[in-house]
């Protein structure tokens, strides 16, 4: 006989008090329809997909059981909280997510009240959730703080120096270990979920209490016995040692895609008015999704796909992408010299390490989501004659600035930075924008900066990065597809300090550093249209400056104009420097430079980002008008 079709539910949650509104029995169908409209909404944006659908389960039951949005709610990373949007009053947008205009693919403060603290560097959580947990005890409220954390993330130093003071101040403070990879505990089943719920509940904790008070009248000797045991007895059933030196009550693991083993255990430590709780929820990425629990790596973060099949669109183009090429030079460059090996802080397959790793897998070390321990240990692999590539994104290369300093700076260790992801990224938005790196890293005595034009041109920073041997290095280059130039057979080390002149004018010159070139190109066969002769020069270092270069441009063009796809600060004032110190200034020259602006972009097509910059052909064009204050109508310039 033929069941009656269920009563769809996902339609009648608008805020996590309808949720709350339901009978507990009825969640695990809200799961699923959660889950397939995750699924349904990042087929059509593109984004994380893996993670979120490994904490539906969750996501569900952290709503259900505390009042948010007045308990916060602290999600770490933040690309598995697209289901967590899709309950807080977003779902109507969710389709929007990544896009110009649209939602933020990971937590944001301004977007909602139900994100406490955005999110999308790792190993935040924890202690931003202390900081809001000792602000409520301050202030005198009563709310709970609850910080959701991925085993990854748990590879980062900051989560550890977090959980150390929280212990030492004994917040009342929750957090819920996503263990989503590394498999931390074992199978979970009946016992645990049993062991888990009674350990959490109120009759064990007021037991311990008592124990804990009768303790107190032994001898001091038998005191710190009686605790021992008590600790080491729970630890033999539930694990967790390590977090109970930290100074938090462990519960699990538990199975975090059982909604009747999450609930009790929540409610539990809900109400339980001491802390900090650590609570081990084991789930699997992709949950749900026969693609994505097959291939958990190829569905962490996707482009477009088909639901039905799970094939992922493919670039309509055909230019390399600059990782790939990035991995491809540096693995032609080891295998002609065997002191090159690679660093990554978790980042295997998003800086192409991975198949730098499956060819030279004695060489290749990656040390978790902890780029202040990869900086220092690149500069450890340095001193003994090894030459490390330690291959970071410009964002998250900010974190270990300290160790660049201090232990590869300082010392001159031939450490060579790799920089993915320089200027605009497009849908992953501020927070993964490479735009200060040149002026963090160029203000440092005797560090080479160099920046990529081109596909072709990052061949030859890897090979000359390689042969660098006495100072540290870096080379930057962009997210995404190249320009499509011929390619060279292999890298050839540039001349450190030497720029290059890519085509001849008398008028106007063009200074770019990076890959804003092919930008420059556009402009200056535009503005031949206007009669005046342009020059595009490509830098390619920072770093030493090529300074002959810079005065001769100054010298021979009434504009000079450089170009770079970083902050105020960088290679335009490096440039602006050399002038003024060399007098050239005095000359009349029509200097201007061009930087991002001063303000944090929001994600968009990196097309749209850079017009909004005016770090395009067109905002090239009208800074070469306004510097030889003339008016232009825009719409009158055609762009090839």
Known sequence: MLQPAKTPLLDRIHTPADLRALPAANLPQLAAELRTETIDAVAVTGGHLGAGLGVIELTVALHYIFDTPNDRLVWDVGHQAYPHKILTERRDRIRTLRQGGGLSGFTKRAESEYDPFGAAHSSTSISAGLGMAVARDLEGRANNVVCVIGDGAMSAGMAYEAMNNAGAMNSRLIVIL?????????????????????????????????????????????????????????????????????????????????????????????????????????????????????????????????????????????????????????????????????????????????????????????????????????????????????????????????????????????????????????????????????????????????????????????????????????????????????????????????????????????????????????????????????????????????????????????VLITIEEGAIGGFGSYVMQALAENGALDAGVKLRAMVLPDIFIDQDSPAAMYAKAGLDARGIIAKVFEALGKDIAMETVKLA
């Open 178 to 558: 996503n263990d989503n990879d590394m498999s931390i505990a074992p199978p979970v089943g009946a016992m645990s979920a049993y062991l888990a719920r009674l350990i959490s509940g109120k009759t064990y904790r007021t037991l311990r209490d008592i124990g804990k008070q009768l303790a107190h009248r032994l001898p001091k000797f038998f005191e710190e016995k009686a605790v021992r045991v008590e600790e080491f007895a729970r630890g033999f059933w539930t694990g967790g040692t390590l977090f109970e030196e930290l100074g938090f009550f462990y519960v699990g693991p538990i199975d975090g895609h059982n909604l009747d083993h999450l609930l009790p255990v929540l409610r539990n430590v809900r109400d339980a008015k001491a802390g900090p709780i650590l609570v081990h929820v084991v789930t699997q990425k992709g949950k749900g999704y026969p693609p994505a629990e097959i291939s958990a790596d190829k569905y962490h973060g996707v482009v477009k796909f088909d639901v039905a099949t799970g094939a992922q669109a493919k670039s309509k183009t055909h230019a390399p992408v600059y990782t790939k090429v990035f991995a491809e030079s540096l693995i032609k460059e080891a295998r002609k010299d065997d002191k090159i090996v690679a660093v990554s802080a978790a980042m295997p397959s998003g800086t192409g390490l991975d198949i730098f790793a499956a060819e030279f897998p004695k060489r290749f070390f990656d040390v978790g989501i902890a780029e202040q321990h990869a900086v220092t240990f690149s500069a450890g692999l340095a001193t003994e004659g090894l030459k490390p590539f330690a291959a970071i994104y410009s964002t998250f290369l900010q974190r270990a600035y300290d160790q660049v300093v201090h232990d590869v700076a300082i010392q001159s260790l031939p450490v060579r930075f790799a920089i993915d992801r320089s200027g605009l990224v497009g849908a992953d938005g501020p927070t993964h924008a490479g735009a200060f790196d040149v002026a963090y890293l160029g203000c440092l005595p005797r560090f080479i900066v160099m920046a990529a034009a081109d596909e072709a041109d990052l061949v030859h920073m890897v090979a000359t990065a390689a042969a660098i041997d006495d100072r540290p290095c870096a080379f930057r280059y962009p997210r995404g597809e190249g320009r499509g130039v011929a390619m060279p057979e292999e890298g050839k080390p540039l001349e450190i300090g030497k720029g290059r002149i890519v085509r001849e004018g008398t008028k106007v010159a063009l200074l770019s550093f990076g890959a804003r070139l092919s930008e420059c190109l556009k402009a200056a066969d535009a503005l031949a249209g206007f009669g005046l002769s342009t020059t595009v020069a490509d830098a390619r270092f920072a770093k030493p400056l090529d300074t002959e270069m810079v005065l001769r441009l100054a010298r021979e063009h009434e």
